[in-house]
């Protein structure tokens, strides 16, 4: 493993390093063990669909415990990342509702508020020909439009310091780094109390933001007040009073209450890893390949008019019109091949085998990863597989580029999948068509570098100063520095 870490810039995100292994190593089947002593349990990297079927699907292994060890100080212990059985089971189906296709359509203008706020800062920075980083600038859109659709409360992250988000971020800074056996960083007690402070104001602050929501629902009950589309928490509290057969009184359930606002963190937590860090990598890799930029552009344009300006109001009037922009889903799904934000990691049990090519792989007291980085990035599953290419979400079963079943996995597959997936392709869609006719977004790394007198010859993965780094999960590093300039077509 030093020889792996040795080979990328320091804190890389380690899902580079099974691709890289096998590389190295060209006789390594896509099923092997990686020996992490004396920091962690042996590791089997899984880097095939059917035999990640055999840890998330059939059977559907538990989550490590050193996943709820990571996340705890970030989400708490009601969280759907890491609880199990049947209380997992109740809690997924509790925020089902609110997460599905149909209802999200309906909180569709919130989104578009949000994003329109997002292009006209975006405005400010072009104007000023300000440095900045995207990606803390797309976090905070996402903050607002998960404030918005889950709560129905505006949280002003966009044009404000926010308590909620300043705490949450700090816990991110405190979180484990990975390939990290300094002792004193790993166990600084320092780090435990910012965590305890960190979770206090998180939590003080949600219990409010409910009290708030659920005031707020009682007037609208009582006014017979129906002008909105219920926001994500009101229809999980209307399933859980009915699957609990609890009547709503003038309190809302304790139980409620304290799973609600993990879930909160954890939404959070969600859009924080993916929609603000694959915004970045969508407006860098389009960059990269102009062509198709263009014809992201053209779609647009045939969908909405040339009028830059009316696609905000077209999308809110008819939120379903983002079904017809398939070029542009395309891309959003390569963009996640390239740069997929999480991956998962399960509990290896006693005989419990991972089974391919005609072995069988003990995962008794091992990590089992399956792990979506070296997962798409296989030749043999995905032709050209280091190559930008949209078009393999488009064409036929049948043709060479076209998916294989399980291959694709930026919000990992089978029952423990990423519940707001439909949320982060609405979000990015809408991302995608309100920023990418108007502005040009590019990397500023070498502006970043210069002013910290930095020698960044080393500092690439795959020749890409944007490589991904482990905060929590996979984000640009250094925050995506960027300047914009107002787009002339």
Excluded at 136 to 163: C, F, K, W, Y
Excluded at 197 to 204: E, L, P
Excluded at 260 to 265: G, P
Excluded at 396 to 421: H, M, S, T, V
Aim: with cysteine; charged share 25%; hydrophobic share 40%.
């Amino acid at each position: 493993m030093g020889k792996a870490t040795a080979a990328f810039p320091p804190h890389v995100h380690p899902h580079v390093i099974p691709h890289w292994l096998r590389q190295q190593h060209p006789e390594l089947p896509p099923v092997f063990y990686i020996d992490l002593w004396p920091v962690a349990s042996p590791m089997l990297a899984v880097i095939d669909p059917v035999a990640a079927a055999q840890a998330t699907v059939q059977p559907c292994l538990q989550k490590h415990a050193s996943t709820q060890d990571y996340v705890y100080p970030l989400l708490g212990d009601k969280n759907l990342v890491t609880l199990e059985g049947k209380e997992w089971r109740m809690w997924r189906g509790i925020f089902n509702p609110g997460f599905s296709t149909g209802h999200l359509m309906s909180l569709v203008g919130r989104m578009v508020s949000d994003t329109v706020l997002f292009t006209s800062i975006l405005a400010d920075y072009a104007e000023k020909d300000s440095l900045f980083l995207l990606e803390d600038a797309a976090t905070r859109l996402t903050v607002d439009i998960i404030g918005n659709v889950v709560l129905d409360m505006p949280l002003h992250a966009q044009t404000s310091e926010n308590e909620l988000v300043t705490a949450f971020r700090d816990q991110l800074k405190w979180m484990p780094l990975p390939n990290d056996i300094n002792l004193f960083r790993k166990y600084n007690p320092w780090k435990l109390i910012k965590h305890r402070i960190n979770a206090g104001i998180m939590n003080r602050y949600l219990d409010k933001l409910l009290e708030q929501r659920f005031a707020a629902r009682r007037q609208d009950e009582k006014t017979g007040s129906k002008k909105r589309a219920k926001p994500i928490i009101d229809l999980a509290l209307d399933t859980y009073l009915s699957e609990t057969q609890q009547s709503e009184n003038f309190n809302i359930p304790a139980a409620f209450k304290r799973s609600a606002i993990d879930q909160f963190k954890t939404f959070l937590f969600a859009g924080h890893d993916t929609t603000s860090s694959t915004a970045c990598y969508i407006v860098h890799l389009l960059n990269q390949h102009p062509e198709a930029l263009e014809k992201v552009c053209q779609e647009h344009d045939q969908v909405f008019g040339l009028d830059t300006a009316e696609a905000a109001q077209a999308i809110t009037d008819d939120p379903h019109i983002l079904n017809r922009l398939p070029y542009t889903m395309a891309v959003l799904k390569e963009v996640l091949r390239l740069r997929p934000p999480v991956s998962t990691v399960r509990k290896g049990e006693p005989n419990q085998f991972i089974e391919l090519d005609g072995q069988r792989y003990p995962t008794e007291d091992c990590m089992v990863w399956p792990a979506a980085y070296p997962m798409h990035y296989r030749p043999d599953l995905w032709p050209h597989a280091d190559k930008f290419i949209p078009e393999r979400f488009l064409v036929k079963e049948g043709d060479p580029l076209f998916p294989i079943k399980g291959a694709w996995r930026p919000f990992e597959y089978g029952p423990r999948n990423c519940i707001g997936q439909e949320l982060a392709y609405i979000e990015l869609k809408i991302f995608m068509v309100l920023t990418l006719r108007d502005f040009d977004i590019r990397a500023a790394y070498e502006e970043l570098d210069r002013l910290q007198g930095r020698d960044t010859s080393a500092l690439t993965v795959n020749g890409d100063r944007a490589y991904q780094i482990l905060i929590a999960t996979a984000k640009p590093v250094d925050g995506f520095p960027a300047k914009v300039t107002k787009r002339t077509r």
